[in-house]
């Protein structure tokens, strides 16, 4: 496997969430909610993605999901994270 240069990973360290705000598939958390993801491009079309999730107040001990993102060409990016106030829906196409 070709590894790239560091210069390809980007690191996003999230805090200050509130208790109004939904993570994966409803889990549970408080104001003490941390997420740190992990963005590494393994090559042209191909990205990995780890998102650790870290909440003492909630949990035991930090969990990680883990995605493989693919480069799909000539279509549009769209958001799917901000759920609050979210009036695109309606005009989104497709299944």
């Not at 990205?47 to 999901?65: F, G, N, R, V």
Request: with cysteine.
């Amino acid at each position: 496997m070709n590894r790239l240069p560091w210069k390809s990973r980007l690191v996003v360290d999230t805090g200050g969430f509130n208790d109004q705000v939904w993570i994966w598939s409803g889990h549970p958390h408080t104001q003490a909610l941390r997420t740190v993801e992990r963005f590494r491009r393994r090559d042209f079309g191909h990205m990995d993605l780890a998102i650790t999730i870290d909440d003492p107040q909630t949990y035991t001990k930090p969990w990680t999901l883990r995605f493989d993102v693919q480069l799909v060409p000539d279509s549009e990016l769209l958001e799917s994270i901000c759920n609050e106030n979210n009036t695109n829906v309606p005009h989104l196409i497709g299944k």
